[in-house]
């Protein structure tokens, strides 16, 4: 009696979890039983299993299933709380041996003949409940299913909408727009700024070599630290942080494509064109 009421707990237990974590409400008492029957499998067991939708050819993970009885979504998990007992054939859960019986055509109804069946018979489909190898294709083809609720076309037809609505909500969160704040914009903007000036500076190098590039850097770090120069920035841009300073520094050095004029000034400043002409020997400016 008490080894009864034990399982009986642990069964309840598992329940909610599955609830828990699948958070629906069943209109099939089949497809609900299905679900539990097949976690106490797995923690009775103590062996990882998986549900999958097999439908025209293919091969579908819905739900995964722990050696301790937990349970996982997979790739392919749906709401299943719509299918209702009418949409299942002969309205039972099928063991291995009860598989056998119901699709006569075969002594071994294993994966890969309900795969290649099921090619062949569009109001066919079926749930089943196997072992998970971690090998690919993720399923034995010569295993039985150890559960399995054969699907007539009714209830394809509700579970493809609900794999459609999913794979639509996939998509639509692949290129949901982006809300950019202000703070984002600075901070894509200043990735680029920066890559912009990586790039020139590898040409630049190529160009003049590394002494000069070295000097340049060491000349754009020094010149941002110094007091009236950040003032004479300040005065141009307004608040400007030492970052910003160097970026610039470097766009006018580097020879950046300047479209909004952002170092227009420093070409008119006669002591920044002699410093650029230092860094560019047989190319200075007047």
Not at 36 to 44: C, I, L, R, W
Not at 82 to 102: F, P, S, W
Not at 105 to 133: M, Q, R, S
Request: hydrophobic residues 35%; aromatic residues 12%; charged residues 30%.
């Amino acid at each position: 009696m008490n080894k009864e009421l034990t399982e009986q707990a642990i069964t309840a237990e598992l329940f909610k979890q599955m609830n828990n974590k699948l958070n629906e409400a069943f209109e099939s008492s089949l497809v609900r039983d299905f679900l539990m029957n097949s976690q106490v499998v797995a923690k009775k067991n103590k062996e990882d299993y998986q549900i999958a939708f097999i439908f025209d050819g293919g091969f579908y993970g819905m739900y995964n299933f722990h050696s301790n009885g937990q349970l996982y979504k997979a790739s392919n998990a749906v709401p299943l709380g719509t299918v209702k007992n009418n949409d299942i054939y002969q309205h039972k859960i099928l063991g291995a041996d009860e598989l056998k019986k119901v699709i006569k055509k075969t002594d071994e109804p294993n994966i890969e003949y309900l795969i290649e069946h099921t090619k062949n018979i569009t109001g066919l489909g079926a749930l089943v409940f196997v072992k998970f190898p971690l090998k690919r294709p993720y399923y034995d083809p010569k295993e039985i299913p150890t559960l399995t609720l054969l699907i007539e076309k009714s209830g394809i037809i509700k579970i493809l909408q609900m794999l459609k609505k999913s794979e639509d909500r996939k998509e639509d969160k692949k290129f949901k727009p982006v809300e950019w704040t202000e703070k984002d914009i600075k901070i894509a903007e200043h990735k680029q700024m920066f890559e912009r000036i990586r790039n020139y500076y590898k040409e630049y190098k190529k160009e003049f070599g590394d002494k000069l590039a070295l000097e340049m850097t060491e000349t754009v770090q020094k010149l941002s630290n110094v007091e009236n120069f950040q003032v004479a920035m300040r005065r141009e841009y307004g608040s400007i942080s030492k970052g910003n300073i160097q970026a610039y520094l470097y766009a006018f050095l580097l020879d950046q494509k300047d479209t909004f004029g952002f170092v227009r000034w420093m070409k008119n400043n006669k002591q920044l064109v002699a410093l650029y002409n230092h860094f560019h020997p047989g190319k200075e400016i007047e």
